[in-house]
Nanobody
Framework: QVQLVESGGGLAQPGGSLRLSCAAS????????MGWFRQAPGKEREFVAT????????YYADSVKGRFTISRDNARNTMFLQMNNLKPEDTALYSC??????????????????WGQGTQVTVSS
């Protein structure tokens, strides 16, 4: 059974940083794209970032480019999202996702077949 468990969310001030983690089990972690999506209250779920099976290729939403960094440690079955210079508009529930492909990772929700429960990130002064 595939399980994706996020951690690291919390309250941060504008300009602050948080590091999210996603621990995966029940899958061959090093073979597929992984990513992060987020959903703010009253808004649709949106793509944040994705990373290829090897970690060699990453893609980011324009809204987080230059501030967020996605990475993975295949030996530890874990993925990370380093979030710097946080803004109030980054407030959302952040979910870890497993892709259906190994590379050419997509920004489309339909291309991801397993989702974690999410970790809440709140950016406020």
């Amino acid at each position: 059974q595939v399980q994706l468990v996020e951690s690291g969310g919390g309250l941060a001030q504008p300009g602050g940083s948080l590091r999210l983690s996603c621990a995966a089990s029940g899958l061959t972690f090093g073979s597929d794209c992984m990513g992060w999506f987020r959903q703010a209250p009253g808004k649709e779920r949106e793509f944040v970032a994705t990373i290829s099976w090897s970690g060699g290729t990453t893609y980011y939403a324009d809204s987080v480019k230059g501030r967020f960094t996605i990475s993975r440690d295949n030996a530890r079955n874990t993925m990370f999202l380093q979030m710097n210079n946080l803004k109030p508009e980054d407030t959302a529930l952040y979910s870890c996702v497993k892709g259906k492909r190994s590379y050419y990772c997509s920004q489309e929700r339909i291309e991801y077949d397993y989702w974690g429960q999410g970790t809440q990130v709140t950016v406020s002064s």
